[in-house]
């Protein structure tokens, strides 16, 4: 039975505010970290970028979630949900696999990775948009009594970590020159796509 108490359609109402604002966001930042990763041969950054288009996903997911909520109450879509997390989950350890393929090729083959200032750029302007993304989700998650919001806005806190290793990764580069760096902090970057990815597969049966 649709849930008819006006209070949380109006929390619903928020939540799908800052999913819109989450999706454009991620939109951005997948496309320049991706287009900037190629240009600049850097596994970081392009690793970064593909993350986001995970997320992306993630997003249009609780959005339709969400959406299927208002219309026909919060049980009817839990087992869809599932199974798409877990082929997010998926999509995340296929990621980390690359990254670490990847690295090994640069590190192996001695290769360099030019500097990206555009790469810097979305990842420094991720930082905060992230931080202010996921409190706010996490806020209105514990008022909905919602798991899969707040996995959401777990990922939003993985992807600002992310941000500030490509950020870090990218300075150390600008600062040292050293042609090992980007391999290095893509491989840091392997710790929190396994992470993630294990929150997304192991959902609970519950979520909602």
């Given at each position: 039975m649709v849930d008819a108490d006006p209070?949380?359609?109006t929390l619903i109402s928020r939540?799908?505010?800052l999913e819109w604002l989450s999706v454009g966001w991620m939109a951005v930042?997948?496309?320049v970290a991706i287009v900037s990763g190629i240009a600049a041969r850097s596994i970081t950054l392009v690793?970064?970028?593909l993350d986001s288009v995970i997320e992306l996903a993630s997003a249009g997911i609780l959005i339709w979630r969400l959406s299927i909520e208002l219309k026909f109450g919060r049980e009817v879509s839990e087992g869809a949900e599932r199974i798409a997390r877990r082929i997010a989950g998926g999509l995340l350890f296929a990621l980390a696999s690359y990254v670490v393929v990847a690295a090994g090729w640069s590190l192996w083959r001695g290769g360099g990775e030019a500097f990206s200032w555009p790469g810097?750029?979305?990842a420094l302007l991720s930082i905060p948009i992230m931080l202010v993304l996921a409190r706010r989700k996490l806020?209105?998650?514990d008022q909905l009594g919602s798991a899969a919001l707040r996995a959401d806005a777990a990922e939003s806190v993985a992807c600002l970590w992310l941000?500030?290793?490509?950020?870090?990764?990218?300075l150390a580069q600008l600062a040292f020159g050293a042609w090992w760096i980007d391999a290095a902090t893509s491989l840091a970057i392997v710790w929190f796509l396994v992470k993630e990815g294990r929150e997304a597969w192991e959902a609970e049966e519950g979520s909602s």
């Open positions: 209070q949380r359609q939540a799908f505010r930042e997948a496309a690793a970064f970028g810097l750029a979305v806020a209105l998650a941000s500030l290793v490509v950020v870090i990764g990218l």
